[in-house]
T-cell receptor, first 115, second 112 residues
Framework: DSGVTQTPKHLITATGQRVTLRCSPRSGDLSVYWYQQSLDQGLQFLIQ???????AKGNILERFSAQQFPDLHSELNLSSLELGDSALYFC??????????????FGPGTRLTVL | GENVEQHPSTLSVQEGDSAVIKCTYS??????FPWYKQELGKRPQLIIDIRSNVGEKKDQRIAVTLNKTAKHFSLHITETQPEDSAVYFC???????????FGGGTRLMVKP
């Protein structure tokens, strides 16, 4: 158990719908990251937040958005869902070192299936 | 941006043999290189990491080497056991914000 929690574990929805994935970081961690893992694209970085502020952005679609709240939990919102959005979505957290070499601990993931 | 390539994509070894997985990266500013093990349907778990100020790090049966000049790093597992069977990912950070770029993964199979 990494100490990072994610809900829900599984999500099945239809094309065009909107879903919200939730992540709680390890106690004391200020940075939260979101990754998408699909069979054809591997593990892809989406976005990073540090202490409530966006710090880095990857190839995140415009239909996707995220935020980190004052209690440091984070939510990833996926809208206008397409079949290709079906994937495992992982959240990771780290302490947030200034030299960017801090270890990232992954949560158990949310498996999203879009039908 | 950073590009990480990982080889081989699959690796089959006999129990007790050694396994080596190699990665190359493109961004000379990268300074952190973790390795994750992922079992089917589970989260990636950190097994070892190395920072650019060292060339080698060892933890029991696992070691990682880093060659910053050549921009490559390798994972070495000795005395492999069936429970080492999993997919292994290398990664490199982007110094701008510690986003990790992952290699394509290596499926390691250890035959008893």
């Amino acid at each position: 158990d990494s100490g990072v929690t994610q809900t829900p574990k599984h999500l099945i929805t239809a094309t065009g719908q909107r879903v919200t994935l939730r992540c709680s970081p390890r106690s004391g961690d200020l940075s939260v990251y979101w990754y998408q893992q699909s069979l054809d694209q591997g593990l892809q970085f989406l976005i990073q937040y540090y202490n409530g502020e966006e710090r880095a952005k990857g190839n995140i679609l415009e239909r996707f958005s995220a935020q980190q709240f004052p209690d440091l939990h984070s939510e990833l919102n996926l809208s206008s869902l397409e079949l290709g959005d079906s994937a495992l979505y992982f959240c990771a957290s780290s302490v947030g070192l200034a030299d960017n070499t801090d270890t990232q601990y992954f949560g158990p993931g949310t498996r999203l299936t879009v039908l | 941006g950073e590009n990480v390539e990982q080889h081989p994509s699959t690796l089959s070894v006999q129990e007790g043999d050694s396994a080596v997985i190699k990665c190359t990266y493109s961004d000379s500013a990268s300074n952190y290189f973790p390795w994750y093990k992922q079992e089917l349907g589970k989260r990636p778990q950190l097994i070892i990491d190395i920072r650019s100020n060292v060339g080698e790090k060892k933890d029991q049966r696992i070691a990682v080497t880093l060659n910053k000049t050549a921009k490559h790093f390798s994972l070495h597992i000795t005395e492999t056991q069936p429970e080492d069977s999993a997919v292994y990912f290398c990664a490199a950070n982007n110094n701008a914000g510690n986003m990790l770029t992952f290699g394509g993964g290596t499926r390691l199979m250890v035959k008893p």
